[in-house]
């Protein structure tokens, strides 16, 4: 089969073990040193530390995700070029330890967002869910963001206001802490754990992007890879910009990689092949106007990183992440773009035509509910939808070689 397997591995605190990686039959570690603070550069001998344990499994470590930008680089302030400077330091000493392709993302504040992190599925299940009138509550009532009204319908605040009045104070401090804390935490958000006072925190960074709307953190994304893409060629290393998740603006703050044509904005900031996008079919699909396969294809060039996982609406306001097959995204026509890329670049003889693709998120099941895994990266579940996309993939590899 032609894409490579890979897994995201939160390192040696994991629950999923790299033993358990090779009995899988994963080829790929997907990882990043999550112990080095944010803006630091990256070590050449800490990353071959991580890199000799990895290959001491008969794995390797094919993707870094992510090598974080930091705050300072989004918002442009006086700390930039010192962090633009880290970031190159960081490319080249990847580069020289053989490690090829880095996935990183401009999403201001805050990652990926869910209002349920323990969604009971229809098979019975768990998975994360995102409810737009429950956001809205934490944004108006809760977090009670300066302005945040101007940003919201009077439907959806009066809809946003009959959750919170229903909601109990321990319900509100959870949506708070899951939201702000809890989902941000292992992939190095700029709140930690430990902090009690983390909504005062919270306010102040975004508070930080007043004056920053959609053209200025363009603007602060070009200047960012004008600095660095150079730096990636010299090394090697190919960068994969994520999407945003969800694609939208939120909480005040500018999103920018949200839809096709956000991404070929951004794709054609700079020419580089080193500067390229990660394919994340979960984020994407959190957005109804989205048209998965139809942009697969109009990116296909520029795709560097697969990403694969499915969500599901419920409503106008609610989706919730169902899978890796099953769900509102056409699955088997995005692998059959996904696919006729990977053969093209391989009959084609690319140099660095590899796509890895990993199975992102997944759905708690059976043995998963014993095993203390970060949210949205269940052990069974994940590996459950790893043997889908490779059954999916091998019989439409079948059909397209004959």
């Avoid at 229809?122 to 009670?144: C, N, Q, R, V």
């Avoid at 102040?204 to 200025?216: M, T």
């Avoid at 394919?279 to 795709?303: E, Q, T, V, Y």
Wanted: charged share 25%.
């Amino acid at each position: 089969m032609s894409f490579e397997k890979t897994w995201r591995w939160f390192g040696p605190s994991d629950a999923v073990t790299l033993r358990d990686l090779r009995q899988m039959g994963i080829q790929g570690v997907v990882t990043a040193l999550h112990h080095i603070p944010n803006g630091e550069e990256w070590p050449a001998e800490e990353i071959l530390r991580t890199k000799k344990e990895i290959e001491s499994y008969g794995l390797r470590w094919s993707v870094v995700e992510s090598l974080p930008v930091s705050e300072g680089i989004k918002t442009g302030d006086l700390s930039r070029d010192q962090l633009v400077e880290n970031y190159r330091l960081s490319l080249r000493n990847l580069g020289a330890c053989g490690i090829d392709t880095v996935v990183y993302n401009f999403m201001p504040v805050l990652d990926w967002i869910r209002t349920d992190l323990h969604f009971t599925t229809p098979s019975g299940g768990e998975s994360m869910l995102f409810h737009y009138p429950t956001f809205a509550a934490f944004d108006l009532f809760i977090l009670k963001r300066e302005g945040a009204a101007a940003d919201y319908s009077p439907e959806m605040i009066n809809k946003a206001e009959k959750v919170f009045r229903e909601m109990t104070p321990e319900a509100r401090e959870t949506l708070a802490r899951n939201i702000i804390v809890v989902s941000q935490g292992f992939i190095d958000g700029v709140i930690k754990g430990g902090d009690s006072d983390y909504i005062p925190l919270f306010l102040n960074y975004l508070r930080k992007y007043d004056a920053i709307g959609p053209k200025e953190l363009l603007m602060n994304l070009a200047y960012f890879l004008n600095a660095v893409i150079p730096a990636a060629e010299e090394a090697g290393v190919r960068l994969a910009i994520h999407p945003d998740d969800p694609p939208y603006p939120v909480l005040g703050l500018p999103r920018i990689v949200g839809n096709i044509e956000d991404i070929t904005a951004i794709m054609n900031l700079h020419p580089s092949p080193n500067h390229g996008f990660t394919f994340c079919a979960g984020s994407l699909s959190a957005s109804k106007g989205n048209d998965l396969p139809a942009m697969a294809r109009a990116l296909a060039p520029r795709i560097r990183f697969l990403h694969l996982r499915n969500t599901r609406w419920l409503d106008e306001d609610t989706f919730y992440e169902s899978g890796h097959l099953d769900g509102d995204t056409d699955m088997v026509a995005l692998m059959k773009v996904l696919l006729g890329e990977q053969h093209r670049r391989i009959r084609a003889g690319e140099p660095g035509s590899r796509m890895p693709l990993r199975p992102d998120h997944g759905v708690r099941i059976l043995t998963d509910f014993q095993l203390a895994t970060n949210p949205g990266y269940p052990l069974v579940g994940r590996l459950k939808g790893l043997a889908e996309l490779s059954g999916l993939e091998y019989a439409i590899e079948r059909e397209l070689t004959g």
